[in-house]
């Protein structure tokens, strides 16, 4: 019986040892070929971004469309994340900002849209992500704009109405929250740590579950299971990652009141996007304080056929209710509907800023 088991298993096995040195030696030629594009990037242009994100996402996409199975469309972008982000690694190793400490949801969020082969750079707060960006310490930061429980993370939003970065890339994630403890129960617990938007998206259930124990705001999920690895008397609410990370057990998990609770990031860097043919564009716009100015706003997207996605107003601190309006779009600036629709707005506000066209997840 045994004996038959293996003798079916072995000719599989050796087949997959066979697949597995082609793909090393493929994977070989790759790099070597990336590092030769690297070399004439260099030539042409010596301090000029090696990331392309357009570039990347077409690579992706171009094979899950030719792709016919088993191998999932998740499962190539996975894969092929890794394969780039080593491929660009070999040209120059891509240094990313994002809110840590170690097993944040950004840093999770960060090794998903770059891959592993970059340089981190965790910083304590999204002023701080913007700043490292901003002064060429890191080359991209990503940031978190959306979740789908909380709406709008309004310090993003208010970072990138003074940022000179643009959008490259978005990435969204699906947020699954943990209690832990250093030793897996809360006996001795005497308060709960998590960053803000998590305490909002699990505020059911600590009320239903924890009604007792009081709940503090940490810097950031990742800085909450930190601080609970150190102080038994911390339970932190944060990502099966950080509990890796810190080395903590998990006490209850997926925590967070929808099942499906996501968060949308942005990859934000110096850099202009080129078309893809599947983007999405970014804009902030302030209209004046007048009968029907959103309407006029949003007309001339209608007029060219653009389709919104996105809307989210913020206050413009003027103590006038006045706004600023948060607008995604579908399709990239340089393409005639949306160049059109972006002129014929310009027109109708007071204030108007392109926050980035990039390719869609
Ligand atoms: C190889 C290149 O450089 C980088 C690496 C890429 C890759 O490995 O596919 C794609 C885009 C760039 O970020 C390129 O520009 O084509």
Do not use: I, M, Y
């Given at each position: 019986m045994d004996d038959s088991l293996q003798a079916r298993l072995l000719p599989l096995r050796q087949r997959i040892d066979t697949l597995d040195e082609q793909i090393l030696e493929l994977l070989n030629q790759r790099a070597a070929t990336a590092q030769e594009v690297g070399k004439i990037k260099q030539e042409f242009d010596?301090?000029?971004?090696?990331?392309?994100p357009e570039r990347e996402a077409m690579v992706i996409r171009r094979l899950q469309q030719l792709n016919k199975g088993p191998f999932t469309p998740e499962a190539i972008d996975a894969v092929w994340a890794q394969i780039i982000s080593t491929c660009r690694g070999l040209e120059s190793v891509l240094t990313v900002a994002y809110?840590?400490?170690?097993?944040?949801f950004s840093e999770q969020a960060a090794l998903e849209h770059f891959g592993h082969a970059i340089k981190r750079l965790r910083c304590s707060s999204f002023d701080e992500v913007f700043r490292a960006v901003e002064a060429g310490q890191a080359n991209v930061g990503v940031v978190p704009?959306?979740?789908?429980?909380?709406?709008?993370v309004n310090r993003t939003l208010d970072l990138f109405l003074s940022s000179p970065l643009k959008v490259l890339g978005e990435r969204s994630i699906k947020i699954h929250h943990n209690l832990m403890t250093r030793s897996g129960?809360?006996?001795?617990?005497?308060r709960i740590l998590a960053h803000p938007q998590a305490l909002a998206q699990c505020q059911g259930w600590l009320s239903r579950n924890h009604p007792e124990l009081p709940c503090d705001a940490a810097s950031s999920n990742g800085e909450a299971a930190r601080l609970a690895s150190e102080d038994p008397t911390v339970a932190a609410i944060a990502g099966t990652m950080a509990a890796h990370a810190w080395d903590l057990q998990i006490v209850a998990s997926g925590i967070q009141d929808d099942p499906q609770n996501r968060t949308r990031f942005l990859a934000i860097g110096p850099i202009e996007t080129l078309p893809t043919g599947n983007d999405q564009t970014s804009i902030i716009l302030a209209v004046p304080n007048r009968a029907g100015a959103v309407y006029d706003m949003l007309a001339p997207l209608a007029a060219n056929g653009v389709s919104m996605t996105r809307l989210e107003s913020r206050p413009?601190?003027?103590?006038?209710w006045e706004y600023y309006f948060y607008v995604d779009l579908i399709g990239?600036?340089?393409e005639p509907p949306v160049a059109r629709a972006l002129e014929e707005l310009k027109k109708e506000v007071a204030f108007f800023k392109v926050l980035g066209s990039y390719p869609r997840q």
């Open positions: 010596e301090d000029g971004p090696v990331l392309k809110l840590g400490p170690q097993g944040s704009v959306e979740n789908s429980t909380e709406g709008a129960t809360l006996e001795g617990v005497t413009a601190r003027t103590g006038q990239h600036r340089n």
